[in-house]
Antibody, heavy 127, light 111 residues
Framework: QVQLVQSGAEVKKPGASVKVSCKASGYTFTSYYMHWVRQAPGQGLEWMGIINPSGGSTSYAQKFQGRVTMTRDTSTSTVYMELSSLRSEDTAVYYC????????????????????WGQGTLVTVSS | QSVLTQPPSASGTPGQRVTISCSGSSSNIGSNTVNWYQQLPGTAPKLLIYSNNQRPSGVPDRFSGSKSGTSASLAISGLQSEDEADYYCAAWDDSLNGSWVFGGGTKLTVL
């Protein structure tokens, strides 16, 4: 069965960096894009970016450009999300989410959705 | 401020039918499919509806989705206490370099 298992909670000081991991199992790691989504306390979901585990290419939300780096290790089927220059507003639960996609032949639309999510990693930024 | 607009709350009694709306624009809902996620308290989001109206295996047929123009809706019929959760709509947005956008979430209370 598909599983995404994330690393444990982190506490960081403002200005520091954090690196969260997401280990995939139960499917071919390089066949599905992986996304990172975060959720601040009591708030909604916010998309951060995507990594293609096959070639390692990435695309980041404009808000995080220059501060976020997503990487992968195909030998361990693990993706990583590193966020730098942390500030208090970065306190949130960070999720990895696998994207399933297909071409809808009837509409010629590319359909994508997040079919599996990690359990989440709480990152607390506090002095 | 979320790109997609949802009502912050909704409620119903057991057995009732409730709907949750999601409003967007031509660059997201107007040109791409909509997904819905359910988030039970203290857990990760779970896929509920994809491609506007498709249910993943295991999701009860009490849940249904629809889309018209730049808006989408999630309907829950035969409301049950275990449906009490936060619900989020999501769509790909074609503007700038493209990004996934979410609604602000709707907290459903079963009275």
């Amino acid at each position: 069965q598909v599983q995404l298992v994330q690393s444990g909670a982190e506490v960081k000081k403002p200005g520091a960096s954090v690196k969260v991991s997401c280990k995939a199992s139960g499917y071919t790691f390089t066949s599905y894009y992986m996304h990172w989504v975060r959720q601040a306390p009591g708030q909604g979901l916010e998309w951060m970016g995507i990594i293609n585990p096959s070639g390692g290419s990435t695309s980041y939300a404009q808000k995080f450009q220059g501060r976020v780096t997503m990487t992968r290790d195909t030998s361990t089927s693990t993706v990583y999300m590193e966020l730098s220059s942390l500030r208090s507003e970065d306190t949130a639960v960070y999720y990895c989410a696998r994207e399933a996609s297909y071409l809808d032949i009837l509409t010629a639309n590319q359909v994508g959705y997040f079919d599996y999510w990690g359990q989440g990693t709480l990152v607390t930024v506090s002095s | 401020q979320s790109v997609l607009t949802q009502p912050p709350s909704a409620s119903g009694t057991p057995g009732q039918r409730v709907t949750i709306s999601c409003s967007g624009s031509s660059s997201n809902i107007g040109s791409n499919t909509v997904n819905w996620y359910q988030q039970l308290p203290g857990t990760a989001p779970k896929l509920l509806i994809y491609s506007n109206n498709q249910r993943p295996s295991g999701v009860p047929d009490r849940f249904s989705g629809s889309k018209s123009g730049t808006s989408a809706s999630l309907a829950i019929s035969g409301l049950q206490s275990e449906d009490e959760a936060d619900y989020y709509c999501a769509a790909w947005d074609d503007s700038l370099n493209g990004s996934w956008v979410f609604g602000g979430g709707t907290k459903l209370t079963v009275l």
